[in-house]
């Protein structure tokens, strides 16, 4: 900030003193300045020598810190660090090929016949009950500040529990080849609100995305409407959940359209 405040000077522009800050919620570590032994954190220039960590079962077995950073939200406070893995020489395995079909009714429906969905309905009561708490407290007060850090406390609950959820469902399909389609998920929230705001398509979609492996079909692909028998496209309303085509061919509306994605 020094260096910044200096340069901007040399060049003329007028700028006060650098200001107390309360607290910093990130604080970028480069590799020389920490350092993990065993299970302990060393980072340079604090008063306590070393600091206890959690989860390092998460790191492979051979890595190489390349940078870190210290965050901090409502739960406590948390190392991530950037690793650089040793590389393998596993031989990769084909893999079995999987339709998913994003939805409303069932978030997330596969070809095979299964689904999944999730509930934060608990998380979010809770949250409702503390903003009432939060609202009924006296302003610039301490207890306001504890009601504020209560609330907080509900909200970074809820976005680890979705962060959860949404790695769980990556993980079941890691060993296989995902053909989904580009579904316009922000434009579904419109049509039904906050149904799609509290469940975790998005961040699924986006894992699905970040795959090379994965197939990602375009929209425009009349993956619900083909018929695999025929071929005949037929269209269905929102409440149509079963597909009936005229040559006999009849199943649930999901599955018939994750298993289309497959086809193409």
Known sequence: NCKSIKARKLKGYKGGPLKFKKFANTILLKNQTFKIIGSRLRIQGLRKKTFSLAGLDQLPDKYKIQSGKLVRNALGIYLHISVLESEKTEVPQAKKIIGVDLGIKDAFTFSE??????????????????????????????????????????????????????????????????????EMIKSWAKLFGRKVQ???????KAGLKSNPDNVMIPRKEPTTQLCPECGTL?????????????????????????????LF
Do not use: W
């Not at 504890?146 to 680890?160: G, R």
């Not at 037929?234 to 959940?241: G, I, M, V, Y």
């Not at 597909?243 to 649930?252: A, D, L, M, N, P």
């Open 113 to 182: 016949g299964t689904t999944i969905n999730v509930d934060f309905s608990e998380s979010e009561k809770q949250i409702r009950k503390a903003h009432k708490q939060f609202s009924r407290k006296k302003k610039d007060s301490r207890n306001r500040q504890k009601a504020k850090y209560q609330l907080n406390k509900k909200y970074q609950k809820l976005t680890n529990q979705k962060d959860d959820a949404a790695k769980k469902v990556l993980n079941k399909l890691k060993p296989y080849t995902v053909c989904f389609q580009d």
């Open 234 to 262: 037929n269209k269905l309303k929102l409440s149509d959940r079963i597909y009936k085509c005229s040559c006999g061919y009849e199943k649930s509306r999901d599955v018939h359209a994750a298993q289309n994605m497959i």
């Open 198 to 204: 509290k469940g975790i398509l998005g961040r699924v």
